[in-house]
């Protein structure tokens, strides 16, 4: 993926930094920018702009995918595999005194923030079963 996205750009860049992916689509690629946010930093990569975005370039939706990709990598394909105990389980911590309205939160790790949304998400959700 980051292959094809370097050969829609005509560059190799830092796929995750915010700077230099303004600088390949807006200054190099053109790609308009009408309709999108501004921030303190100038135009906004943020998900949601790049969504607004999808139809103007092929290389958008490719940042999407590979965002999407990189964060469920990071976060839990690498991650949650080294915090297994000796019988390959994962266990949480729920807390209520965290949570203001009393309600249970999770953590170490953070099993509620675990997508649901896209089809790779539930992937990852199927392998939590309650024992």
Do not use: C, W
């Not at 930093?41 to 965002?67: Q, V």
């Not at 990071?74 to 209520?96: A, C, G, I, M, W």
Request: proline residues 5%.
């Amino acid at each position: 993926m980051e292959e094809k996205i370097y050969s829609l750009a005509k560059t190799e860049f830092n796929i995750a930094s915010p700077l230099q992916l303004k600088e390949v689509l807006f200054d190099k690629l053109k790609i308009a920018t009408q309709g999108l946010k501004k921030i303190k930093t100038g135009l906004s990569t943020a998900a949601g702009e790049l969504e607004k975005m999808k139809d103007r370039h092929p290389i958008i939706p490719l940042i999407s995918k590979f965002r999407e990709y990189s964060k469920l990598q990071n976060t839990y394909s690498q991650s949650l595999p080294k915090q297994t105990d000796e019988h390959d389980r994962v266990h949480t911590s729920f807390n209520q005194t965290i949570t203001a309205t009393g309600r249970l939160s999770s953590s170490d790790p953070n099993l509620q923030n675990i997508p649901i949304r896209t089809t790779l998400g539930k992937e990852i959700r199927k392998a939590f079963i309650q024992p």
